[in-house]
């Protein structure tokens, strides 16, 4: 099977948020996935492109996050690209902490223990790009 790729650019803003669940669940809907793979896939998504509209633009200005995501036959990769605040996830050291009612820091542990491959990389041009792997089995 040859590479099918899958693009989406939004505004990072929380309202958007919904928009870039859909489009996960649709790509992951066009992939033969069990149930599991399909959540663990659209969870993983969500937080990263949660923690880019969170955390990566302090300056006030309307940013954009990209969600790019590749589809072979036996693997997913997804990148989450933006031009924020430079943010190494494995400098951060895990830790949950209390926030009102909501606990919050699961964010990236999930990701680590869901995905196969976590790469992350500060380009020239100031983009950070997040890259997620999943292998599965397309049988």
């Known amino acids: 099977m040859e590479s099918v790729e899958y693009r989406l650019k939004l505004p990072a803003l929380m309202t958007n948020l919904q928009e870039m669940r859909t489009f996960s669940e649709d790509v992951m809907k066009?992939?033969?996935?069990?149930?599991?793979?399909?959540?663990?896939?659209?969870?993983?998504?969500?937080?990263?492109?949660?923690?880019?509209?969170?955390?990566?633009?302090?300056?006030g200005k309307e940013q954009t996050v990209e969600i790019v995501i590749y589809v072979d036959s036996d693997e997913i990769t997804v990148e989450v690209r933006d031009r924020g605040v430079l943010f190494n996830p494995f400098d951060v050291k895990p830790r949950v902490?209390?926030?009102?009612?909501?606990?919050?820091?699961?964010?990236?542990?999930?990701?680590?223990?869901?995905?196969?491959?976590?790469?992350?990389?500060?380009?020239?041009?100031g983009e950070n790009v997040l890259t997620l792997v999943k292998k599965f089995d397309s049988t």
């Open 97 to 125: 902490r209390q926030c009102s009612f909501v606990r919050r820091g699961f964010g990236l542990p999930l990701m680590r223990r869901i995905m196969d491959k976590i790469n992350y990389e500060r380009l020239e041009s």
């Open 30 to 59: 066009s992939v033969s996935l069990d149930d599991e793979t399909y959540r663990q896939l659209v969870l993983t998504i969500d937080e990263a492109a949660a923690n880019v509209v969170e955390h990566a633009y302090s300056d």
